[in-house]
């Protein structure tokens, strides 16, 4: 009987510590919130680091691009050069020659090489277009680069701002928590502790107009009176949430306010 006894008593303790609880829970709300903003504003400055890296990945690349290109209307103007010497010295030969058969021969020489040249010339003007044109594209990316990297340095130095006051607001908040934790039946903390880690949300929640206000579900009319009796820790059989009974609580609201009311 002692045995009964003791142990009811020490349910009875711990559900005293529910009040305690629900203040450790909004603090705990306000710090999940905090991580998240905190999460936020990580990732907004990892995306714009990610597009600067971007961009200027692809600046590299197009000036890789262009040297290609430039060297490649080198070879050309190379080329277009060696036909025109061809040329020059086939008609000086041309010149020096008498019989019709070997003159024939050379002209028809130069024209394949006046052929070639045109081929070559239509070539090249073909690439410098394009390198005009990539060369415009670079300098738009460079701007672009500029541009984010701007954006880039001022969200950085917002971003520690931020993360600062955060980390100041957190530690605040754990320090409130720390003090609270004294005061709280332990089992009962370690239960709702054990909830938060899986459910990352509020876990002890009132039921109001017999439903979970956790999982909004609708519960049977024992539940509640379980609930009600505040004799054992309750638990909503959808959600897994510790449940609490509001009545009291409104109750001595009312009282306070009524006080307050005489007061005035
Ligand atoms: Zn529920």
Redesign the pocket.
Known sequence: MIGIKFFFRAIKQMLESLPVILEIQELDMKMIRLMNIKKQRRNESYKVQQELDDVVHKTVGKDEHIALTRKDLRILEAQITDVNMRIEKAEAKQNSIKKVEEFNAITGEITSAQREKTRLESQASEVTDRLVTEEESIQDLKNEVKRVQETSKSLQKELTVAIEEINREGNLLQKERAILATTANHDLLQIYERLLHNKKDRVL?AVENRT?S????VLTAQHENLVRRCERPVF?E????LHYWKVEEEAVAGDVAVKRRRKK
């Open positions: 929640v979970c956790g999982c909004h579900i909503c959808h959600c897994a949430r």
